[in-house]
Nanobody, 119 residues
Framework: QVRLVESGGDLVQAGGSLRLSCAAS????????MGWYRQAPGKQRELVAN???????NYADSVKGRFTISRENAKATVYLQMNSLKPEDTAVYYC?????????????WGQGTQVTVSS
């Protein structure tokens, strides 16, 4: 079983910055991808950013140029540096890890951390 522990969510004013962290523990076969999703009230969960196979990064169009994802491989930890935050970035942010094994991929989720951006 894999456990993801997130931290860093907070209340911040528009234009401010936050850094989210997610540390994975447990038995991991091979990390296929690791990253962040978010879910705002009344909306579907959406991809914010992820790192695939430890190298390729993907970002939602709405955060490109403002958010940066990075990963510390030795610690199975992923970070999300969020700059120039906007009220529309307000959501619960969830860490996700896709663990690849022979025959498939297991999805693991953190408990979520609240990010609130005030105008």
């Amino acid at each position: 079983q894999v456990r993801l522990v997130e931290s860093g969510g907070d209340l911040v004013q528009a234009g401010g910055s936050l850094r989210l962290s997610c540390a994975a523990s447990g038995i991991i076969n091979s990390i296929n991808a690791m990253g962040w999703y978010r879910q705002a009230p009344g909306k579907q969960r959406e991809l914010v950013a992820n790192i695939i196979s430890g190298a390729r990064t993907n970002y939602a169009d709405s955060v490109k140029g403002r958010f940066t994802i990075s990963r510390e491989n030795a610690k199975a930890t992923v970070y999300l540096q969020m700059n120039s935050l906007k009220p529309e970035d307000t959501a619960v942010y969830y860490c996700n890890l896709k663990d690849q094994f022979m025959g498939g991929v297991n999805d693991y989720w953190g408990q979520g951390t609240q990010v609130t951006v005030s105008s």
